[in-house]
């Protein structure tokens, strides 16, 4: 089934033993178009806290009840690697997560083994980005160009719930009277310019 993947935005985050936090955002491989961790905010409610929670430690969400549980204890959870959503993730943050979530870490397998995860490790100071992993967050809002023109504003993606490929941009188009979505395959995108905040396609216009 397709979804909506901001329908789970600030849905709770269950674990084993009581709910832990809630969804901020989503961390995908430019590349592959692939979800491969949620972040998640366990913090109070004076301070925020976001930590990586790998999708393969996650049970299907029940995008019904826009709940998702996942199969780790509050202190696991707790302890997992900060992340600084407002910067790309660094190649440092990276390999702390595979540190800390070893096999559970979507880049290794899906092969699950909770009793190997470590609680209270420290993590390195992040300097250098990583170019392909980003948030979805931070692409909303970027212009969507074809070859020969802007096609619109990226304002969500839609998502296979059983892969967590994002498959399709929802792309706001036309002005403000006379605005629609238009669904557009991320099989079509030549590019991600981070710099100019832009999609690009390598459709026309009439194609799309």
Known sequence: ???ELKALIGSPVIATDGETGSVRTFLFDDQSWKVSCLVVDVGGWLKRRDVVLP???LE???????TCCARLTRK???DSPVLDT?????RQQEIAMREYWGPLACWVNDEIFLSSIPAGAKYPVHTVEDSHLRSTAD??????SATDGAVGILEGFVMDEASWHLGYLDVKSGDWLQNRSVLVPTRWVQSVSWADFRVNLHHTKTGI
């Open 86 to 90: 407002e910067k790309p993730v660094s």
């Open 60 to 66: 299907q969400p029940n995008w019904a009840n826009k």
């Open 55 to 57: 999708v393969a430690a």
């Open 139 to 144: 692409m909303l809002g970027y212009e969507v």
């Open 1 to 3: 089934m397709l979804y």
């Open 76 to 78: 696991q959870l707790h």
